[in-house]
């Protein structure tokens, strides 16, 4: 079956990855910055390793042998933590060693997490520009995380078939695994159900198992109405 390979499994969505890859019966690689501050990733014969997706010699260190990789790494954690230390060209870095070390090592799939504040709204810009939808004091991180998908589509026609999956409306991470999402394009979708954590992890391996997009950034959220 191979196995996959999770870039930043410690996070709430790495980890909803990697327990939705191992129920399905891969093998899972779960990249870390600090295997030290996870201690229970390792369970459920999950191997973990260090890492830094921004580096390429890094990603090229641990793809290999894999069947795709999910790129779930964020810097930051909330406005809380400030902006001081957030690198503006993070998620470009990461796509670059993403796609170069996919590329090198024969690894053609790659699904990423996306940022709901870069969705279109109605009026058909980003939803970072409203301000009475997305607080101004967290735009320096939307902008990062925009650019980085913007070097995503800079290599649309690469080796590497990548998608981003980007939450499009509320995600939950107490919420049942239903096994249920519907996926949609570059606008927020009409009438957006809450997402489990649980359920963004069945659209990321359904995409790996049976890919239905391809070189692109889509929504995904609850079926309607509910």
Known sequence: MGGIVVFGAGGRAGRAVTGEARGRGYEVTAVVRDPGR?????????AVVRGDVTDPGSVGAVVGGHVAAVHAVSPFSGPEQGFDSLDPEFFVKAADAL???LAASGVRRLVAVGLFANLLGADGRP?????AVFPPEIRPFALAHTAGLRRLREAADGPVDWLMLTPGGGLEQAAARTGRYRLGGERVPDGAAVLS?????????DEIETPTRHRTRVSVCGPSGE
Do not use: Q
């Open 99 to 101: 796609l170069g070390g």
């Open 127 to 131: 939803v970072m520009d409203d301000p």
């Open 197 to 205: 954590y649980a359920d963004l992890a069945v659209a990321v391996l």
């Open 38 to 46: 996870h201690p229970d990733l390792g369970a459920n014969g999950v």
